[in-house]
């Protein structure tokens, strides 16, 4: 479960939560005015944040590209 912080707790304890995430593997969400704006992650965590890994390009679905071909 991803630990939620405000912007302003961000920035003020952005060391603290550097710490957090680098020896804790813990995962903090930042949020302003109640909507999540970003995620500060281990770099090593296997969770890429969505993001493809072109070494994982084994894993896309048959076909992703058709609808780009077709533009």
Known sequence: MAKTVTAMEARQNFGNLLNQVSLQQEEVVIERAGKPLARL???????????????????????????????
């Open 41 to 71: 992650v281990n770099v090593d965590s296997p969770d890429r944040g969505g993001k493809l890994d072109f070494r994982d390009i084994g894993k896309l679905p048959n076909g992703i590209w058709e609808n780009f071909a077709q533009k």
